[in-house]
């Protein structure tokens, strides 16, 4: 079995890069953070013995031997940046989960028959460049390298730019290469486990979706003296996108997902009608065909609003997300070993994105996901229990482990 | 008479500091730019033979002489702090055209009878602390110094340390002195004057205004997990009020201002339902009694979209100012000015608050407008003439001259 209580301190010295007071997490991608955090991950993983090689886009795999040469090695992970007031454990219980993993492996003295990998993606929040699963989307080839070198944060440093200066542009080339399987650990980072009282989610899938970048151009004015008939108030046309944004989700129901998150205002100033306003828009769903729907309609309608307001809108389409069903194969090891271990599970539909989704394209894959405290994330306040962790790691064990000697 | 050319090529001077490349200004109150704004206004001033004296809010008050020492000075000015993307004139028009009369007092070898005093006030433009007309203000005593002094910037600097840092908070008390009469010329920063080919405005008095601060409250939670029921989304109600403050102000017809200027988002984050929304809201009216009515109505209605939203919102009213009507003898030597140099005028109310308005409460005070491109202003693209620089001087000239030697 794995150790939880090693699991656990490791998970909390992780914690320690980035803390915030309110007990969360900072470690924006590829920041001095992110390159602490990968220089304590990386200094654990060749304690162990085990070879770390960097890709072209900061992706980091650490390789543990398999006896037999001629196998594809079995692929575990997830990712250490968080978001800008995450939590502990959103990205970091997967990798340090397969941690664990390999710890446990050396413990028990086991030499599995294919090499096993583990994976640290890089930002996977997308947060800070506009494009989650920003690294395994590059090394599924999904964004051509160029294009994602050259993406910006707000204060215009490229990914180019912020990977050399952390020292993590790697030799390696990022693509994918053959692997048999792809296992991710994840909190929820919803409700539900928590609500049936299930101690593992069986993740078949994950759901759609649209991201947008908006910005609406208006005429920056004296809020004193420019008459209501004279502004081109750009936060007022804002305004009334945000809110439609909340109304199409709403009718779509409980698995309407719609979301203003990011918002910036020009000049920013108290007695200045706003000039211009960018701001992000996202959509989920879990039927794709929903998506295309949403994302038909809301260009148009929000263009309806914009031309209403005199107040031209810029709508660019950064990424669509089909929904992407998992293996059966990977996704029954997982159901497996949670019935040999006696762990209350059930069959989930994943809400929020993760690098699983685009391995998916290349690898057979499957995503464990354990409880989350009142099924809150992307919150410092993201919370969950040692026996928790450890559930999920052993799992991701036992699957690894059956995949690694089949 | 005096010098069109040396007022504008001081104005152009006085523009490079904080220059921007869209050929506006960025000269933040109390920052390093308002420093060297300030000192190349005093060496003018020393040149010119003045007493320059700073009060405890760093108000500058440059002294020159009358024959008469019973007698009380007029003074005249305005302010030199400009908006984050504001313009060369708004503000720097009054005082340096104050400038220029000192000159042509000294050129022309006049003596007053009464001394004339040129105001460079603080912050008259309020968008980095959150109080238009402060310097003024705390002169007025209206707003009690302590309390000014502990106002903060969003990046958390006090007004008392960034007074400390540029070497401003002077040894005078801010407090009114006797004085005379007080002169402020200013740009419309509207398009009456414009539109009516008029060079003149004779300002009879300000409107009415009141500002907040808003703070909705909601819950940072995943952007892609949460379902529409469990979110607390303080964007979406900040939205919401956004609209509201917009039809508020188009039920009261063309008279009615009201304006949400500033916003930020917390955590800001494209993935995260916002957690929190903090943003300005303020309302102007001719009228001070619908600016009372505003303010009852708006806290009530803000209130219940917080309500359905589920995000509590606290609302706090930064200050609420009566309508100001100008001193009937002062106003008419602008208009005998006007008359007597053949310049067209007209009467005119004006929509931004001014330092005028608060040192009307214990002085006998006017304010000439000339008009501005487009009646653009709290704008880069903020343009005017050089003649019509030059004729809001002359006439500042000679009301300010017939005001000390009657
Ligand atoms: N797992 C996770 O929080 N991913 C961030 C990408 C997203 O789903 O928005
Ligand atoms: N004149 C001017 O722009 N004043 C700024 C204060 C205000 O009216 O908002």
Redesign the pocket.
């Known amino acids: 079995r794995i150790d939880g209580k090693r699991l656990w301190d490791s998970l909390m010295s992780m914690a320690e890069i980035g803390a915030t007071p309110k007990g969360g997490v900072k470690r924006l991608t590829l920041t001095d953070l992110d390159r602490q955090g990968r220089e304590r991950f990386r200094g654990w993983c060749e304690a162990l013995g085990l070879t770390v090689r960097v890709d072209a886009i900061g992706n980091m795999f650490a390789r543990r031997e398999g006896r037999d040469p001629t196998r594809l090695p079995v692929l575990m992970g997830s990712h250490l940046d968080s978001q800008p007031s995450g939590g502990k454990f959103d990205g970091a219980l997967g990798v340090i989960a397969g941690l664990e993993v390999m710890r446990s492996l050396n413990d028990l003295g086991i030499t599995t028959e294919a090499p096993v990998e583990l994976v640290n993606w890089t930002d996977e929040e997308g947060s800070r460049f506009g494009h989650s699963l920003m690294g395994s989307g590059a090394w599924a080839g999904i964004y051509p390298l160029e294009k994602v070198y050259g993406l910006r944060d707000v204060e215009g440093v490229s990914v180019e730019e912020a990977l050399t200066s952390i020292g993590y542009k790697g030799e390696v080339p990022a693509k994918p290469f053959p692997a048999d399987a792809y296992f991710e650990l994840h909190i929820e980072q919803g409700p539900i486990l928590e609500k049936e009282g299930k101690a593992i989610g069986i993740v078949t899938g994950a759901q759609a979706q649209v991201w947008y970048d908006a910005v609406v151009t208006g005429q920056d004015a004296?809020?004193?003296t420019t008459p209501p008939s004279a502004r081109r108030d750009a936060l007022v046309c804002a305004a009334r996108i945000i809110d439609l944004v909340d109304r199409m989700m709403r009718a779509r129901g409980e698995d309407g997902r719609g979301t203003v998150g990011q918002l910036h205002v020009l000049p920013n100033s108290r007695?200045v009608v706003p000039g211009e306003v960018r701001f992000s828009v996202e959509f989920r769903h879990p039927d794709f065909a929903e998506i295309e729907r949403l994302a038909a309609q809301f260009p148009r309608e929000a263009g309806f609003i914009a031309r209403d307001c005199g107040t031209p809108l810029k709508l660019e389409e950064l990424f669509r997300l089909p929904a992407q069903p998992f293996d059966p194969g990977c996704v029954d090891l997982v159901r497996q070993a949670a019935a040999r271990l006696g762990l209350p599970a059930r069959e989930i539909v994943s809400g929020a994105g993760h690098d699983a989704v685009y391995v998916a394209r290349s690898v057979p894959t499957a995503m464990i996901f354990t409880p989350c405290k009142d099924g809150l994330s992307h919150n410092e306040a993201e919370s969950i229990e040692p026996g928790e962790a450890e559930a999920g790691c052993q799992v991701l064990f036992e699957a690894v482990l059956a995949r690694a000697n089949r």
């Open positions: 004296h809020a004193g007695n």
